[in-house]
């Protein structure tokens, strides 16, 4: 059965450091999200992809976060500078239209 | 502003009894409704869902109800198994943003044998 991966599955950085993240979703699934998740809440959604195009990046610290997905394939998230705020899982998902598909997530620490 | 919330932060059920988890929303706009379970270190795992022009979804153990004039939700786990102990995430989909999931604080469902 198809899965999302992800990459790495845990993250340990010093704060001021940079973070990247990696996605490949499911084959053929144009939609790709980035969430995120604190212990103890609901995921967040960060941004969303359609093919290469950004279609929601409201909720995306611009100031230290950016995220791509150049072929319209996988994606990257990156975090610089990391803050000890950002200490969180981090899930990808995608879809084909409806129902999103996560992985298994990155748990980042910030120390 | 908290538009799907899961009011119950836990629940315990005995092995083979019914487990019912709740969600309510406040956005009239959701027209799709999804159960997702999350074990920990993992990400969360699709489990049922249903459109609002429905009332009632089944699929082997897991049915959800949604009545719409409450918004209201619930999944129904039936018989209760120790290997669903994990945390239930309720989520909707609609409204002015396409496509982002709007999920609840989850549910902590812990089945004792």
């Known amino acids: 059965e198809a899965e999302v991966a992800q990459s790495p599955r845990y993250k340990i950085t010093e704060k001021s450091q940079a973070v990247a993240f990696w996605c490949d979703p499911i084959?053929?699934?144009?939609?790709l999200y980035w969430y995120r998740q604190i212990l103890g809440q609901g995921p967040e959604l960060l941004v969303q992809?359609?093919?290469?195009?950004?279609?929601?990046d409201s909720q995306l610290p611009k100031d230290r976060f950016s995220a791509e997905r150049l072929k319209g394939v996988d994606s990257t998230l990156k975090i610089q500078p990391a803050e000890l705020g950002d200490s969180a899982m981090y899930l990808c998902?995608?879809?084909?239209?409806?129902?999103?598909?996560f992985g298994p997530g990155t748990r980042l620490t910030v120390l | 502003d908290q538009q799907v919330k899961q009011n119950s932060p836990s629940l315990s059920v005995q092995e083979g009894r019914i487990s019912i988890l709740n969600c309510d929303y406040t956005?009239?706009?959701?027209?799709?409704f999804l159960w997702y379970k999350k074990y920990p270190a993992e990400g969360p795992t699709f489990l049922i869902s249903?459109?609002?022009?429905?009332d009632k979804n089944e699929d082997g153990r897991f049915t959800v109800f949604l009545n719409k004039s409450a918004k209201h939700l619930s999944l129904h786990i039936v018989p209760s198994q120790p290997g669903d102990s994990a945390v239930y995430f309720c989520?909707?989909?609609?409204?002015?943003?396409?496509?982002?999931?709007?999920f609840g604080q989850g549910t902590i469902l812990t089945v004792h044998p």
């Open positions: 998902a995608s879809s084909p239209r409806g129902t999103q598909y």
């Open positions: 084959s053929g699934h144009a939609t």
């Open positions: 992809f359609q093919d290469e195009s950004v279609v929601d």
């Open positions: 956005n009239s706009m959701f027209d799709y």
């Open positions: 249903i459109s609002s022009i429905k």
């Open positions: 989520a909707a989909l609609g409204g002015t943003s396409y496509g982002k999931l709007t």
